[in-house]
């Protein structure tokens, strides 16, 4: 999860520019997504994604970290390098289908949506990883997501997370990354 837990913050770097929504209105009178969310975040972040994986991979394979049997259904690199980036972007598509939904229930960019703000990336990124597992696995000769989440692993994500991502957040708001602690 560490890969898209730190695409999801990717944003906060590598964000900006060019809005999703374009700036345009929804029916309602009230932007689509909102300003907060930008082509540049939703595409460049899951890259943190790919690059943290590969970090995580070398450090287990060239350290005494791990052990190398874990890692050797993995298959070949191209492949869990994509895996990571659409687990990566499953976040960031949760998190802007979340805004879209924020937006029609009259919340403002940056405003409290307690529960959907804490788990509309894990929702995204394990919608994806469930998708890439089974897409990629013609490839790659084996599915990631079936192999590796298994439903004790699912139930301790869904339980830390929440948790986890306030307290980023809060340390993110006292670096001066975030306008707000939550
Ligand atoms: N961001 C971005 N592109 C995205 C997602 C986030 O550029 N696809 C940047 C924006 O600068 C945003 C910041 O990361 O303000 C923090 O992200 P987030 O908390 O998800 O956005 P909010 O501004 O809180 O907007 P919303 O209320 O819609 O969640
Ligand atoms: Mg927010």
Redesign the pocket.
């Known amino acids: 999860m560490l890969p898209a837990y730190l695409a999801n913050i990717g944003?906060?770097f590598v964000?900006?520019g060019a809005p999703?929504d374009m700036g345009r209105k929804w029916r309602d009178g009230k932007p689509i997504?909102?300003p907060?969310?930008?082509w540049?975040?939703?595409l460049l972040?899951p890259l943190v994604a790919a690059l943290v994986i590969g970090l995580l991979r070398w450090l287990v394979v060239s350290t005494s970290w791990g052990s190398v049997q874990d890692w050797s259904d993995w298959g070949p690199a191209p492949w869990w390098l994509a895996f990571a980036y659409l687990m990566g972007l499953g976040a960031?598509v949760g998190?802007?289908v979340?805004?879209f939904f924020?937006r029609r229930t009259g919340?403002?960019?940056?405003?409290k949506w307690p529960f959907f703000?804490q788990l509309d990336f894990v929702a995204g990124s394990l919608l994806f990883a469930f998708l890439a597992g089974y897409a990629l696995a013609p490839w790659s000769g084996t599915n990631v997501f079936t192999d590796d989440f298994t439903w004790p692993r699912l139930l301790v994500i869904v339980i830390l997370t929440p948790g986890l991502h306030l307290a980023v957040n809060w340390i993110g708001w006292k670096l001066k990354l975030?306008d707000v602690p939550w």
């Open positions: 944003p906060v964000g900006g999703i997504l909102g907060g969310k930008t540049r975040g939703l972040a960031l998190d802007a979340k805004s924020k919340r403002d960019r940056g405003a703000d975030k």
